[in-house]
């Protein structure tokens, strides 16, 4: 599933991609995925971004937010298998549309982005009154839930106040409305560079120890925004390109393989119901 910086890497490319271009028309093949408050009346409000101008693609947390002319906006969560592809501009209208194509936003120059979800977990919002600076409030009064900050964005304090509770820290790390974008792979590699077992109560974190892991988190996101996030089988940002980072894992998936730090062997446990990476030796409980 994509997390932060996969979904970074995909608003960099739409915004070189689509910002400034006009939406011809909207086709929806699988309107299951559409919602918001317009859910009954989708084709309405979906015909109302005609004519209207990209003005900015943003992320917040793991959603994607393509703000159009007149504060609207269409609001992506990816699922498990979503992602955004462009048509080629050589062949253009008269390509063959991949399989599991579920959307198509039609640019007047003749641009296509495509939305394309085989799970059929991905979810698009068209929103009215949004504010592309500001997403939270117009999100949220549409059913969407409720996003704790960002990560990149963080400060200590607020961190410390987040670790307060008995809560295993990796299930507060998770938990997106408590600290918003991280998912499996992004948690397990920054409690690994920090030394802190998965399994430890986010209170009996010291404050040097909790430090270390905000500065950690904030590391390991942005290397792995730079090297185009992890690709395991789905994810590919708009040109189709596999993110690079996955090469660049210490834990996460790498189980029997020797721990970069120690050479222990990575050890694969349950913690908060998700499969976890750690190296026994730098991650004692
Ligand atoms: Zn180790």
Request: glycine letters at 10%; a positive charge.
């Amino acid at each position: 599933m994509p997390e932060l910086p996969e979904v970074e890497n995909i608003a960099l490319g739409l915004r070189e991609a689509v910002v400034g271009r006009r939406v011809e028309r909207v086709w929806v093949g699988t309107p299951l995925i559409v919602r918001g408050p317009d859910r009954r009346r989708w084709r309405e409000s979906m015909k109302g971004l005609a004519g209207r101008r990209v003005v900015r693609v943003t992320r917040r947390a793991k959603r994607l937010i393509l703000a159009i002319e007149g504060r609207l906006a269409l609001v992506v969560q990816l699922g498990m298998t979503g992602k955004f592809l462009l048509s080629d501009p050589e062949e253009g209208l008269a390509a063959p549309k991949p399989r599991h194509t579920r959307l198509i936003l039609t640019f007047r120059d003749g641009t296509e982005l495509l939305f394309v979800d085989m799970r059929r977990f991905g979810r698009v919002w068209c929103l009215r009154d949004l504010d592309p600076d500001a997403p939270d409030a117009a999100m949220e009064a549409a059913g969407l839930t409720h996003l704790g900050p960002e990560p990149l964005e963080l400060r200590p304090k607020a961190f410390a106040d987040i670790l307060r509770t008995a809560r295993p820290i990796k299930s507060l790390l998770l938990d997106q409305s408590r600290i918003a974008g991280l998912g499996n792979i992004y948690v397990d590699e920054s409690l690994w560079a920090a030394g802190i077992h998965p399994a430890r109560a986010g209170s009996s974190l010291t404050a040097s120890e909790a430090a270390t892991l905000l500065c950690q988190i904030k590391r390991v996101l942005r290397r792995a925004i730079r090297a185009g996030g992890t690709t395991f089988s789905d994810f590919r940002n708009v040109y189709g390109d596999m993110g690079r980072f996955r090469s660049r894992l210490k834990v996460y998936g790498r189980r029997g393989e020797p721990c970069p730090r120690c050479g222990t062997s990575v050890q694969r446990l349950v913690v908060a119901g998700r499969g976890t990476h750690i190296c026994p030796r730098c991650q004692v409980k």
